[in-house]
């Protein structure tokens, strides 16, 4: 893992605008991203194309998480989002599940298994499912220790006669995702490069906006007196933003680099059918982040 690949998405903390790579295309809206595509990475391209720019910046910057930074995120609306996003845990667990069931070792190779880009993406995946785990084990120590409700139901619910359950957004990440777990039902023809994208979109993005909360943390924080008493900013932000969460987005993105470049496709049909998959995952996380007044 290479943290100071020039080709890495960043967020700057001390700012509070989004840097993609330095290229133009982001902000331009004339610009050919075919012609991007020569100069730059697969998921550069993907995130110059000009029907992503606006939505990814709508995904990853909000007033949910502007507040969030801020401590001004009450319990009520934490604990809303931290029980849909334990739903969304779920799915992901199975999701990568399936991710794993798509690595096909080799049966030979002329150098050691562990060298293979195979072994590589199973290992990742390995990490992914260890690491969402945990996630799930924090949820609930964070719920114990600050009286979060993970079973909250709050306005996003069609009708809360039905108790609590997903909401429309979640459930449709719970579609995505079990669009390829191992279980009967699911599609089988979707391949590993594509879930690979949909697990990069959703961590890039997710690692973005917690980078932006982040930004908007006072100058001189004192936790304690946050609406949440402190969950966010003590517990969940600094995990959401670490050097490990960073090098755990870049190898992903690094394993689907290597499984692009080995698909059969061509790289416009390729990019056509991943812009596709990126846009449906930034609506849902859009969608996914709770309306504040």
Known sequence: MNLTDSSIIFWDASVTYLLV?????????????????????????????????ELYERATRNQFLELAGKGRLPRETLSEWLAQDRLYCQAYARFVGGLISRVHLPKATDRPIAETL????????HNALAGIMAEMQLF??????????????????????????????????????????????????KPLHEGLLVLWATEVAYLHSWSYAKSQSP??????????????????????????????VKEIEECLEALIARADDTEEVLLASSLSVLKKVLVLEEEFWPIVA
């Open 140 to 189: 609930e120590k964070t719920a114990g220790d600050y009286g979060l409700d993970l079973a909250a139901v709050g306005s996003g619910m069609e009708s809360e006669a039905v108790g609590f359950g997903p909401y429309k957004t979640t459930q449709g990440y719970i579609d995505l995702f079990d669009s390829f777990a191992a279980q009967p039902g699911a599609r089988t023809d």
């Open 21 to 53: 790579f330095n290229n133009p295309c982001i902000y331009h809206q004339t610009c050919d991203v075919s012609s991007a595509m020569s100069n730059n990475s697969f998921t550069e391209s993907l995130l110059s194309s000009p029907d992503v720019a």
């Open 118 to 125: 195979e072994w590589r993406a199973l290992t990742l995946l």
């Open 219 to 248: 100058q001189n924080p004192d936790p304690s007196q946050d609406l949440d008493g402190g969950a966010l900013r003590k517990h969940l932000i600094d995990k959401w933003t670490s050097d490990q969460f960073r090098a755990f």
